[in-house]
């Protein structure tokens, strides 16, 4: 009785005190503030939702999109690696707007001798230069890049007023284009080809001075047509370098002549196969065609090897017909190995494509088709399935870049054929993120330029299951590991970066040229938390299915990012928008810890009058907590439950009940800003484990401390957070009670050395 | 925190990339106090095949580290590399360290270095230079976090500007 006096005392005294304090407080009161909360809805950050693009993240009503159909012959000069190309643009205004003038982008110019993107990153003296690097950069006159624009013209033949801002080109219309109405046009031009080893170059040759030869990866070569829409009117950003691109769906005929004894493909399939390869190429093509498990050789080492001895000065011209692509590529050399398999996917058949100096082998002849049919497979039956009829892995040293159909991969063995597990799992996930690509952007056609983690973070979450499923189906091929060894995707493997300088680390929702560490930023970070939300925040039946919805809503389609967010939302009927705040605008990071445990017992309490109904509890720091009760079933030590329990349970039913003995008040806090799932594993004195997960929703009214009651039949011995290490938490020393003490590796090593 | 330390080591993975998916260049370096042995612990983890790829340009050894058939040649080399390019500077002069030992991870080379008889009212300012690898790949970027009396940078270091400090 003494105590519950002395306990409502206490009570009284509070209110006193707060009255108190308040009355100070008066003089000077905190100035108010405005929703700081990480569950703030994102209405401040999403565009208001209109007829274009639908509040559930779905095209609207009135969404559209341009369109821009090539026709184009190219000529390679293998002499003097240079390219020459005339066009006929056919522009499509689907927008509601009159169109004053078209722009093209011209993203050759960035290799222009006066570039403006050489300065971007400033430069400083070296006091100690390479000779090279210095006879580079002071004394040698830089490549001579960039587009020479013959001509513009209308379809009559009359020339149009064009106008060039760096890598970008306008022409001028002499009567806007209405709403609905198509313009076609032609482009004379040609280039200098770089070589792509130097300063990498997304594009050009890489000439092997063994044999003389050049084997060319040749892309974003001809003026293409800027994407106009309801978000940005006409695409306006220019190419730095680091935004790769996003361009308008079109149709393409491309007629592209080249010394006769190259081999070439590219984008599009193919209309003339019976004039440019022989006849033995064409029976193995048609065994190819029905070769759906390892992949048949069109052109053989040894073929390639010969024609590496020659070089022709007849050409050939290969004739390729593309239909809604956004882009078109080529590769081209008389060094080529060639092999294709025949892919099923939803009733089709699709030719998986590789393409390969001997410099390549023997890596790329046992990886590189399988790596390729693999991600059509995975990447399908994630998103839908791969609507074009082919898809090329082209080996191009230091390259790792994507166009329609058609990509360029690295993985190159030593020149004794050797080769390193770095270089070929390298190889084989570059080539998974390259194919992949054809998802993300190429038909779900997101705008790089603008937001590079939309194409790269989307596409390096569905390249980490597409690798794990590849370790799954082939495990003789990743032996001796166990699971594929990627490289991103693991939350613990985002750790340094989010828990790096803020002062060296950029939102996810950033341009992807005014971020400081690109890899993290728009590949690393935005898969891994894909990889959470997956697996941790949504589960993976929730997740899959919005995510395949915001595939097919935006197959063939531009998407922005809110188009993402919304979708992932409306399909899910999981409100994200905490997530989407903390991961993708802001750079906050996720620790989370278990700060103090406080243990209770049942008191033995005589209790009378009001106070009979109730059961009390006291913290083992108190003191009329009593060890001796410790273990002690609560309806023995309190005779309120007892009573309660005799009265409103059958004797069976008491029977039944396992009475929990002991109670435990715990402190669980987040001193990173990203609230999360708090996963808790709890171990007793038993042995027994039980796994609880708290929903991220417990930090929404105090984002830095919760507490948390948990009782049981057996004494707590053991908590611990994130057991399975999914949430990137950036320091796990605070997720053990007890605190555990680590090992310290330096010591480790030591000892080790010791030893020997 | 210690832990934490190795986390930071053992997770480092790409933190460059140019474009599609270009293959990176990339050493992680952690530079910790211990007090305990009043000594600046220097652990970096390096690709080997990059190891072996500048080793065998740079001296003309075929150097198999990382294989069964690793030599003592290979290994004395290595460690001569690392004393030209890496180099540590306490307040302002360069210093000696011990090289401790290594061991292997999948792909990469780890390495353990010690500067010791360090008290730690005597450290000013450490710093680091580490062109590591710079003298074959252009794009080589060497990452270096200091974490010392629970003071923490990090620097970048790339070919152009190859020195990390970091004042106490």
């Given amino acids: 009785m003494i105590r519950i006096k002395y306990a409502f005392a206490s009570v009284l005294f509070l209110f006193v005190a707060v009255g108190f304090a308040q009355e100070v407080v ?39 999109q341009q369109q821009a159909d090539y026709v184009m012959d190219i000529r390679l000069d293998d002499k003097d690696a240079k390219i020459f190309g005339q066009e006929t643009v056919t522009y499509t205004n689907n927008s509601p707007d009159h169109l004053e003038y078209l722009w093209l982008q011209l993203d050759q110019n960035i290799r222009t001798k006066d570039s403006k993107a050489l300065s971007k990153n400033g430069s400083t003296v070296k006091q100690s230069e390479d000779t090279e690097d210095f006879v580079k950069k002071y004394i040698t006159e830089s490549f001579d890049g960039g587009f020479n624009i013959d001509y513009v013209k209308d379809a009559s033949g009359k020339a149009l007023p064009f106008t060039i801002n760096f890598t970008m080109m306008r022409v001028d219309l002499p009567t806007p284009l209405k709403s609905g109405e198509k313009y076609s046009f032609d482009i004379k031009w040609n280039y200098n080809i770089p070589d792509h080893t130097v300063d990498r170059a997304r594009s050009g040759y890489e000439y092997f001075k063994e044999d003389g030869n050049r084997a060319y990866v040749i892309a974003q070569f001809f003026p293409r047509m800027a994407v106009y829409s309801d978000v940005e009117g006409w695409q306006n950003h220019q190419f730095w370098g680091n935004g790769e691109f996003a361009l308008p769906f079109g149709n393409y005929e491309v007629n592209i002549t080249v010394p006769a004894d190259h081999v070439l493909d590219g984008t599009g399939v193919l209309q003339n196969r019976k004039e440019v390869y022989s006849k033995e190429m064409m029976s193995r093509y048609e065994l190819a065609k029905k070769s759906y498990d390892k992949p048949v050789i069109i052109v053989t080492q040894g073929e390639a090897e010969a024609a590496e001895k020659g070089f022709s000065n007849k050409t050939k011209t290969w004739k390729l017909k593309a239909e809604n692509v956004r882009d078109f590529g080529f590769a081209t050399s008389r060094k080529f190995i060639w092999d294709m398999q025949a892919v099923k996917l939803g009733g089709k058949d699709i030719m998986a494509v590789s393409m390969y100096p001997k410099e390549g082998n023997p890596l790329w002849e046992e990886y590189s088709t399988k790596a390729v049919a693999h991600t059509l497979k995975s990447y ?19 390259q790792g870049m994507e ?14 054929g050797s080769y390193s597990d770095r270089t070929k799992f390298g190889m084989i996930s570059v080539i998974i993120h390259e194919v992949g690509h054809n998802f993300f952007p190429m038909i779900v056609n997101s705008d790089e330029r603008q937001w590079g983690w939309m194409d790269e973070g989307l596409d390096t979450f569905m390249q980490y299951m597409a690798e794990q499923e590849f370790g799954e189906l082939y495990p003789e091929a990743i032996a001796p590991n166990g699971k594929y060894p990627s490289r991103r995707g693991d939350p613990a493997k985002i750790v340094p970066y989010m ?11 950033s341009n992807p040229e005014n971020v400081f560490q690109l890899g993290p930023n728009a590949y690393g970070k935005p898969a891994t938390a894909l990889n959470i939300l997956r ?77 009979m109904s109730k059961v009390f509890l006291v913290s083992s720091d108190s003191e009329s907590y009593d060890p001796a009760l410790d273990g002690i079933n609560p309806s023995e030590t309190s005779k309120t439950l007892k009573e309660y329990m005799m009265d409103n349970m059958t004797e069976a039913e008491r029977a039944a009940v396992k009475e929990p003995k002991y109670f435990y008040e715990i402190t669980y806090n987040s001193p990173g800003g990203l609230p999360m799932p708090l996963i808790v594993e709890y171990t007793y004195a038993d042995g027994s484990v039980k796994n609880i997960t708290y929903p991220p929703e417990i930090w929404r009214k105090n984002s830095k401390e919760v507490m948390m009651v948990i009782s049981s039949p057996t004494e707590l011995t053991n908590v611990v957070i994130d057991p399975k290490m999914e949430t990137a938490d950036i320091d796990i020393t605070n997720n053990s009670w007890p605190k555990k003490e680590q090992e310290n590796e330096f010591d480790k090593m030591k000892e080790e050395i010791k030893g020997k | 925190m210690k832990f934490f330390r190795k986390a930071l080591i053992i997770l480092i993975m790409p933190l460059f990339a140019f474009s599609g998916a270009h293959k990176f260049y990339i050493s992680v370096t952690n530079v910790d106090y211990s007090e305990k042995d009043q000594s600046v612990q220097i652990i970096t983890r390096i690709f080997i095949d990059d190891m072996n790829a500048v080793l065998k340009e740079r001296y003309g050894i075929p150097s198999k580290l990382g294989t069964d058939s690793e030599s003592a040649v290979d290994r004395e080399y290595l460690e001569k590399y690392i004393r030209t390019k890496f ?68 620097h970048v270091l790339v070919k152009s500007h190859t020195k990390g400090m970091l004042n106490l």
């Fill in chain 1, 499 to 509: 828990s790096g300088d803020q002062s060296t680390i950029s939102p996810i929702m």
């Fill in chain 2, 87 to 154: 180099l540590v500077e306490i307040n302002g002069e360069t210093v000696k360290y011990e090289f401790i030992g290594k061991k292997y991870d999948t792909d990469m080379v780890i390495y353990y270095l010690e500067v010791p008889d360090v008290p730690l009212k005597n450290l000013k300012q450490i710093g680091i230079q580490n062109e590591v690898l710079t003298d074959i790949y252009d794009d080589q970027q060497n990452v270096v976090h200091f974490n010392i009396n629970g003071k923490k940078k990090s």
């Fill in chain 1, 26 to 64: 008066t003089k000077e009161k905190e100035p108010g503030h405005n929703n700081q909360s990480k569950f703030k809805q994102l209405y401040e950050e999403f565009a208001t939702p209109n007829t274009y693009r639908s509040a559930s993240g779905a095209p609207g009503p009135d969404y559209y």
């Fill in chain 1, 380 to 398: 399908s039956s994630h998103t839908f399935d791969y609507p074009y009829p082919k898809a090329i892995s082209v080996h191009a040293k230091n």
């Fill in chain 1, 403 to 416: 166009y329609p159909m058609i990509c360029w991969n690295y993985g190159r063995p030593n020149e004794d």
């Fill in chain 1, 535 to 611: 697996e941790t925040v949504m589960g993976r039946e929730v997740f899959d299915h919005a995510f395949k919805t915001y595939s097919r809503r935006w197959m063939f389609k531009h998407p922005t990012p809110e188009d993402f967010f919304r979708t992932m939302e409306d399909a899910s009927a999981v409100d994200l928008d905490w997530y989407w705040r903390g991961w993708f605008y802001t750079t906050d990071f996720v620790d989370m810890g278990v700060k103090n445990i406080k243990k209770y017992q049942v008191a033995k309490k005589p209790v009378t009058g009001d106070l």
